[in-house]
C-alpha cells in the first residue's frame, strides 16, 4: 500500500507571500488532518477534511485555509506569511467510515519544511 | 484549551538502563496515544489506550492510561540506541481522532 506522501519536502519563502503544500493519502483513506509542528515543539491541530469539506478546526487564523479533492488528496493554502509560520507541516490520513464518528488511527507523512524569512 | 505537559523534556541515558516519560493534563481524552518521530520523518503510532488504568506492552515498552483518563506513562525496560527519538503523547476527545491534542515532546537519547 502507499503511504501518506508530502510535497515539496522544503520551501522557502517570504515574509507577505503565499503557499501552497500538498498531501496524498494512503490508499484506502478518506479523511485527511493538517497539522502544524514548530522546533522543538509537539504537532499542533491545524484542520481536518472529510468529504471535501473542513471537518474540525484549531487555533489557526483564515488565512490557513484547506482543499480536499475527489480522490481525497489534500491542499493546505496559507495566506501573507508570517515568520512565525516558519514549521513542519505534517499532513495524515485515516479513513472514517459513513455515518461513524470513528477514525481509523492517523498515518502520517514526512512532511513540508517550510522557512520564512 | 486542552493541552499536554511531558516530562522530562530530555533525556539521555546508557544502553541497557530503565526510563519513564510521562504525559499530563487536568482535561479527560477519551483515548491517548503515544508516538514516536525519528529526524525527517512523521510521527509514527505507537499504541493508543482508551480505557482508564490500561496497561498495554509492546516488546519493551510499556504504556498506562490514568485511571481518570487524564494522564499516560511509558515505560521502556533495558533502553537500546534504536529507541533513541522524539516521543509525543496525544489526547483524542472524541474516539474519531477528529483533532489530537499533542504534548510537548520527550526527546529521548540512548547512549551506545
Redesign the interface.
Given at each position: 500500500e502507499t503511504g501518506?506522501t508530502q510535497s515539496p519536502t522544503h520551501l522557502i519563502k517570504t515574509r507577505g507571500q503565499q503557499v501552497t503544500l500538498r498531501c496524498s493519502s494512503q490508499s484506502g483513506h478518506n479523511t485527511v488532518?493538517w497539522?502544524q509542528q514548530a522546533l522543538?515543539?509537539?504537532?499542533?491541530?491545524i484542520f481536518?477534511y472529510y468529504r471535501e469539506e473542513e471537518?474540525?478546526r484549531?487555533?489557526f487564523p483564515p488565512r490557513f485555509s484547506g482543499l480536499q479533492f475527489p480522490n481525497y488528496s489534500s491542499e493546505l493554502n496559507v495566506n501573507a506569511l508570517e515568520l512565525d509560520d516558519s514549521a513542519l507541516y505534517?499532513c495524515?490520513s485515516?479513513h472514517?467510515e459513513p455515518r461513524?464518528?470513528?477514525?481509523?488511527?492517523?498515518?502520517?507523512?514526512?512532511?513540508t519544511r517550510l522557512t520564512v524569512t | 484549551?486542552q493541552l499536554?505537559e511531558?516530562s522530562p523534556q530530555f533525556l539521555s541515558i546508557q544502553e541497557g538502563e530503565n526510563l519513564t516519560v510521562y504525559c499530563n493534563s487536568s482535561s479527560v481524552f477519551s483515548s491517548l496515544?503515544w508516538y514516536r518521530q525519528e529526524p525527517?520523518?512523521?510521527?509514527?503510532?505507537l499504541v493508543?489506550v482508551v480505557t482508564g488504568g490500561e496497561v498495554k506492552k509492546l516488546k519493551r515498552l510499556t504504556f498506562q492510561f490514568g485511571d481518570a483518563r487524564k494522564d499516560s506513562s511509558l515505560h521502556i525496560t533495558a533502553a537500546q540506541p534504536g529507541d533513541t527519538g522524539l516521543y509525543?503523547c496525544?489526547g483524542g476527545s472524541?474516539?474519531?481522532?477528529?483533532?489530537?491534542?499533542?504534548?510537548?515532546?520527550t526527546r529521548l537519547t540512548i547512549i551506545p
Open positions: 501518506v488532518s497539522y522543538g515543539q509537539g504537532p499542533q491541530f481536518q471537518n474540525g484549531g487555533n505534517l495524515a485515516s472514517r461513524s464518528s470513528y477514525n481509523s488511527p492517523l498515518h502520517f507523512g514526512n512532511g | 484549551t499536554l511531558q496515544q525527517g520523518e512523521g510521527p509514527v503510532l493508543t509525543l496525544a472524541n474516539f474519531g481522532n477528529e483533532k489530537l491534542t499533542f504534548g510537548t515532546g
